[in-house]
C-alpha cells in the first residue's frame, strides 16, 4: 500500500509559495488541512493534477523578526519539509533575481538530498532563457519558469515532480457513483441475503491517532506486545504506510502506523515529532480511527485539529481518553462529562475511558472498534431503505418551499465507509438542513449506525 505522495513548498518569504498552494489545491473541493502550530501556520491540501492526486505542504510565512531570525525559522521549515513530503519544489523569484536567502536553502538542500524540482516563479511574459539563466548557480538542476499567479507551466512543474519519485506514481481514481439506481417495486427484493449483510470477516484497518504524549505507543505496546519491536524492523520507505497485523479476541486487525518521521527526523535535531501528514495519511489509510486524548490535561487545539480532520474524512471513530488511572476518583465524573461537552461534534462516536498502561478498557474499545466497522461497511437494500425513508416522511413532511413540496421517492444506499444514503425523489433542492438532520437521525437509529457517520445525499429527478 501506498499514500499520496507529498509535495512541500519551500522558499523564502514572498516567491509566491501560497499562490502556487491556492493554485494547486483550489480545484479540489476540499482543503485537507489548516494547522496553526504553535508558532506558525503551515496548510496542508490536496492537488490533482490530471489523474494523480497528490498532497501539497505550503511550509507558510512567518514574522520576519531579526535577520539571525529569518534565517533560524527558514532552515526549521526546511528541514520539516524534507522530513515530511517526498519531493521538495523549491521556489525562487525571476523577478527578484537570486538572493542570500535563496542560496542558504540551497545549501541546506544540497546537503539533506532529498528529490527536488527548482521552480522560477513570476517567470510570465519572459522568455523562459532568461528567466532562468541565473538560478543555474543553485547547483539544483534545470530551473523550471514558472508563473503561480497565471498557471503557466505549473502543470509540467507538477509531472516533473511526480515523475522522480523512485515507484512512479499511479492510482486509479475512483469513478463518482453516478451509476443512475432504477426504481425499486416495492415488496420485491425481500431476501434475507441481500439484507444488512455485514462483513465482518474482514480485516480492520485501524489506526490510532493523537498529539504527542497521550499514549498511543504504550496502548499499542499493549496491543501487541512484542510482536511490534519485529514488525518496526522490516526494510521499507518511511513514505509506505507502516501496517502492523495483529489478532486479538479472535479478531484480525491491522494496524495502520503514524511512526514515519522516525527515521527520517533523526537527521535533523528541529523536526517536530508530531507530523499532520503522518496523521492524515493514517486516516486515509483506514477505515477506523481510534483517537486518543489525555484525561489529565485539558482538551488542546491540536486535539480539535486532529479531530476535525477524523470528521471531515467520514472514517468510523472510536474515542479513549486515556490515562484515567492517575485520576482522583472525585474528578472522574466530572472530567468525563468536560470531555463529552467539548466532543459535542463527535457524538456518533462511542467515549471511552481507558489506561493504556495498565491495560484497562482495552477490550471494551475494541468492541466499539468492532461495532464502528460494522455499522461503516452495513449494506442496505433498496427496499428497506425506502420503508424507512417513507415511514421517516409519513411522521414528519418535508416543509414546503413556495409551490413546491419536495416528494421523497426512494432511497439506495450510494456508499460504504461512511454509509451512503441517496434519496431519489422532487424539487429535493429545497429540502433544508434541518430535515436532512431528522432523517439522519431516523437512519442511524434504525439501522444501529453507532460509531460511522452517516451522509445523506438528495438526487433530484429532471
Ligand atoms: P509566499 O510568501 O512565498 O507564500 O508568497 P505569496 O504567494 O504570498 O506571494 C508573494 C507576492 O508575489 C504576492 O504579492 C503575489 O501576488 C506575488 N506573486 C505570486 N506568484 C506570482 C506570479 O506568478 N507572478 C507575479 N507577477 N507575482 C506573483
Ligand atoms: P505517544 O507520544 O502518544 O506515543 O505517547 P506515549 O505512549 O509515549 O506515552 C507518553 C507518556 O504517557 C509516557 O510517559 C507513558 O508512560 C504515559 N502513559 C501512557 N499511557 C498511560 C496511562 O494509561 N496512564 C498513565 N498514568 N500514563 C500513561
Do not use: C
Not at 505507543?217 to 497485523?245: K, Q, Y
Amino acid at each position: 500500500m501506498q499514500f499520496k505522495p507529498v509535495v512541500a513548498l519551500v522558499g523564502r518569504p514572498n516567491v509566491g509559495k501560497s499562490t502556487l498552494f491556492n493554485r494547486l489545491t483550489r480545484s479540489r473541493a476540499a482543503l485537507v488541512a489548516d494547522y496553526s502550530g504553535l508558532t506558525r501556520d503551515r496548510h496542508y491540501g490536496e492537488g490533482r493534477v490530471g489523474d494523480y492526486p497528490f498532497l501539497v505542504i505550503d511550509t507558510g510565512g512567518f514574522e520576519p523578526v531579526a535577520k539571525t531570525g529569518i534565517l533560524k525559522e527558514m532552515a526549521r521549515q526546511t528541514e520539516q519539509a524534507i522530513a515530511e513530503s517526498d519531493v521538495v519544489i523549491f521556489l525562487v523569484d525571476a523577478r527578484a533575481g537570486v538572493n542570500a536567502h535563496d542560496h542558504e536553502i540551497a545549501r541546506m538542500l544540497r546537503r539533506a538530498g532529498p528529490k527536488v524540482v527548482l521552480a522560477v516563479n513570476k517567470a510570465e511574459g519572459m522568455n523562459s532563457g532568461q528567466a532562468s539563466a541565473e538560478f543555474h548557480e543553485l547547483g539544483l538542476g534545470t530551473p523550471h519558469p514558472i508563473s503561480s499567479a497565471h498557471g503557466d507551466g505549473v502543470v509540467a512543474l507538477i509531472e516533473e515532480a511526480l515523475s522522480q519519485l523512485d515507484n512512479p506514481y499511479i492510482q486509479a481514481v475512483p469513478a463518482e457513483d453516478d451509476v443512475e439506481v432504477p426504481e425499486p417495486e416495492l415488496g420485491q427484493d425481500e431476501s434475507a441475503t441481500e439484507e444488512e449483510e455485514v462483513f465482518t470477516d474482514h480485516r480492520i484497518k485501524l489506526a490510532i491517532v493523537g498529539r504527542p504524549n497521550v499514549g498511543k505507543s504504550t496502548l499499542i505496546n499493549t496491543l501487541m506486545g512484542e510482536e511490534r519491536v519485529i514488525a518496526f524492523d522490516m526494510p521499507g520507505t518511511t513514505r509506505d504506510a507502516i501496517e502492523i497485523d495483529f489478532e486479538r479476541n479472535g479478531k484480525k486487525y491491522t494496524l495502520i502506523d503514524t511512526a514515519g518521521l522516525r527515521k527520517r527526523g533523526k537527521v535533523f535535531e528541529s523536526v517536530e515529532k508530531f507530523s499532520v501528514i503522518k496523521t492524515l495519511q493514517a486516516i486515509e489509510a483506514s477505515n477506523v480511527v481510534l483517537l486518543m486524548l489525555d484525561a489529565q490535561t485539558e482538551i488542546s487545539e491540536q486535539d480539535a485539529h486532529i479531530a476535525g480532520f477524523i470528521l471531515e474524512s467520514g472514517r468510523a471513530l472510536v474515542v479513549a481518553i486515556n490515562k484515567w488511572d492517575g485520576l482522583d476518583a472525585d474528578k472522574r465524573e466530572w472530567i468525563q462529562r468536560e470531555f463529552e461537552r467539548k466532543l459535542r461534534f463527535l457524538s456518533f462516536a462511542k467515549m471511552h475511558t481507558i489506561s493504556a498502561l495498565k491495560g484497562q478498557g482495552v477490550n471494551a474499545v475494541l468492541k466499539s472498534v468492532n461495532e464502528a466497522h460494522a455499522a461503516a461497511f452495513i449494506k442496505l437494500s433498496t427496499p428497506k431503505l425506502t420503508r424507512e425513508l417513507h415511514a421517516a416522511v409519513e411522521q414528519q413532511q418535508p416543509p414546503r418551499k413556495g409551490i413546491f413540496r419536495p416528494k421523497m421517492r426512494y432511497a439506495h444506499q450510494g456508499g460504504q465507509n461512511p454509509p451512503l444514503i441517496i434519496v431519489h425523489g422532487n424539487a429535493l433542492d429545497a429540502v433544508p438542513d434541518s430535515y436532512k438532520r431528522y432523517l439522519e437521525s431516523r437512519m442511524r437509529k434504525a439501522f444501529n449506525l453507532s460509531g460511522t457517520p452517516l451522509r445523506i445525499e438528495f438526487k433530484s429527478s429532471k
